[in-house]
C-alpha cells in the first residue's frame, strides 16, 4: 500500500511576488509521519509546479503525477486544489484503479476564476467511485471559505457515493495534525 497527497496552492502566507511555496508543517507531515512510524506505508508528496491558482497549468501537474506509483493499493488524498485536480485526473484516467480518494476541502473553480484552464476539459459527471475499492471521503467544514463551499455542492450534484464527512469550526483544515482522517484511511 502506499499514500499519494496532492496539495493546494499557495495560500496569504506565502510570496506571491517570488510565486515562494512556503512548506509548512501541518497535518500532511504528522500524517505522512503517522503512516510511515506505524503502518510502514510509504506516503509520497510530490511537488507540484506554479502551485499558485492564477498560474497553475493543469499538463504539468499531470506530468508530475504520472510519475507517481498510482496502482490498486493506493490511496489518493487531495487537499484543496489538490482535491479538484484529483478529480479531474481520475476522470481524464478512466482505466486507473486505486483503493481510496479522500479529498480535504476540494476546489473544483465552480466560479470559473482559474484564467488558465486548469479545470476545463473536465467532466465531473463521471463515478470516480467506480474507480476504486474502498471509495471517495470527502471532508468539509461549515466555516471554510465561499469558493470551497461552492466546489462541494458542485461535486455532491455531479458525482454520485462520495461519502461526506462535515466538520464544524476546522476553517480550510490547516491544523496541525488530523487524527479524523488517518482513522478513514483503509490500510
Known amino acids: 500500500m502506499n499514500i499519494v497527497f496532492c496539495h493546494g496552492v499557495m495560500g496569504p502566507e506565502d510570496n506571491w511576488e517570488t510565486r515562494e511555496f512556503r512548506e509548512i ?5 504528522w500524517l505522512q509521519f503517522q503512516v510511515e512510524k ?42 484543496s486544489a489538490g482535491g479538484g485536480f484529483i478529480l479531474k485526473y481520475m476522470a481524464k484516467h478512466p482505466h486507473l484503479h486505486v483503493k481510496q480518494i479522500i479529498l480535504v476541502a476540494p476546489w473544483a473553480d465552480a466560479e ?3 484564467p488558465f484552464g486548469f479545470y476545463q476539459d473536465f467532466n465531473l459527471d463521471n463515478d470516480i467511485v467506480k474507480q476504486t475499492d474502498f471509495g471517495c471521503d470527502l471532508l468539509i467544514s461549515d466555516d471554510d471559505m465561499p469558493h470551497i463551499l461552492t466546489s462541494f455542492d458542485k461535486i455532491m450534484k455531479h458525482i454520485p457515493g462520495i461519502r461526506v464527512h462535515k466538520f464544524s469550526g476546522r476553517g480550510h483544515f490547516l491544523d496541525s495534525e488530523f487524527p479524523e482522517l488517518l482513522q478513514m484511511i483503509k490500510i
Open 25 to 29: 508543517k501541518g497535518w500532511k507531515d
Open 38 to 79: 506505524d503502518h510502514d506505508v510509504l506516503m509520497q508528496i510530490p511537488r507540484f509546479p506554479h502551485a499558485h491558482a492564477l498560474l497553475m497549468k493543469y499538463d504539468e501537474w499531470e506530468k508530475i503525477m504520472d510519475k507517481q506509483d498510482i496502482n490498486p493499493y493506493t490511496t489518493l488524498i487531495g487537499h
Open 112 to 114: 470559473d476564476f482559474q
